[in-house]
């Protein structure tokens, strides 16, 4: 655990990967090699009260966020003090650096939907950047891999936690047909067509008849096609053996949502 800048750097002066909530991660079955960082004290920590004092409904305010904040807990916050502009990634089980790091999201919205600006840590030093500076898109923050997101300026509307509530409500419904246990969510990102639009990668496995399919303890969800669940057991090898049939069954180029660590 890394709670401050000068641990950070300390520890960043040898080969090192930076885990954020774990939850949408494969590591390897013989483990790595590199140090594992994850952070935690001053990049756990939040400050968004400073604002709320001064502000009046429908005004938009901002305030700082640790990258070590789990998601979740943070939306619980941002509901009981009436904020609004993150409830589309309600569900997500990530820390807030780590949701920015790759875009994570739902149909509801994105963390970079709700960002003013971010503190960004690397050998190199810490910036602040706007995410205009960055190359964004679905599911990925151009930022390198090797970069923290230790710090975030959140873009907040001050709403009702009522209202708040009705829109986190909203994006939860379309979470409601998939396994919330022992998956490391979707496997991989819906492709994009020419035009654009996004075809629904659960639903290509699902038309290629791949719920059920099972390799060692590893099995693509009853529920939801591009959902790989762990029954008990299963191994790094099992889940990507999965993934290669996945590929395999679907005529279309796909890009994996997991992190695979290897
Ligand atoms: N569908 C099937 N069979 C399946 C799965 C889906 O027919 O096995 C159909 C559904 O019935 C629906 C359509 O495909 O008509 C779309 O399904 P869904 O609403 O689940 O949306 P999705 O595009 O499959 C995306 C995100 C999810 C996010 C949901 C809801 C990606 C890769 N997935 O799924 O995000 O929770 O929308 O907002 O963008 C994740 O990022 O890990 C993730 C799970």
Request: charged share 20%; with cysteine; aromatic share 6%.
């Amino acid at each position: 655990m890394v709670g401050n800048h000068a641990q950070l750097a300390e520890v960043m002066g040898a080969p090192y990967r930076i885990l954020g909530g774990g939850s949408n991660l494969v590591v390897a079955d013989e483990g790595l090699s590199e140090r594992v960082i994850r952070l935690g004290g001053q990049f756990a920590a939040t400050d968004l009260n400073a604002d709320l004092a001064l502000s009046t409904p429908g005004q938009l305010v901002t305030g700082w966020v640790g990258g070590g904040v789990p998601l979740p807990g943070l939306l619980r916050k941002l509901q009981r003090l009436g904020y609004s502009n993150l409830e589309g990634t309600v569900g997500i089980p990530a820390q807030l650096g780590g949701a920015i790091w790759m875009n994570a999201g739902t149909r509801f919205g994105e963390a970079f939907g709700g960002l003013h600006s971010l503190e960004i840590v690397s050998p190199q030093g810490t910036r602040t950047v706007t995410p205009d500076e960055l190359p964004w898109s679905y599911r990925d923050s151009g930022i390198p891999r090797n970069h923290i997101v230790t710090r975030a300026r959140l873009k907040l509307w001050r709403s009702s936690p009522e209202v708040v509530q009705e829109r986190m409500d909203a994006a939860d419904i379309a979470r409601k047909g998939q396994p919330k246990n022992r998956t490391p969510g979707c496997a991989f990102k819906n492709p994009a067509l020419a035009d654009g639009k996004r075809l629904g990668a659960g639903k290509l496995f699902d038309e290629a008849g791949l719920k059920g399919s099972r390799v060692g303890n590893a099995m693509i969800a009853l529920e939801h096609a591009n959902f790989i669940v762990n029954l008990g057991g299963a191994t790094a090898a099992d889940v990507h053996a999965l993934l290669g049939l996945m590929r395999e069954r679907v005529g279309v180029a796909l890009e994996l949502e997991y992190e695979l660590w290897s």
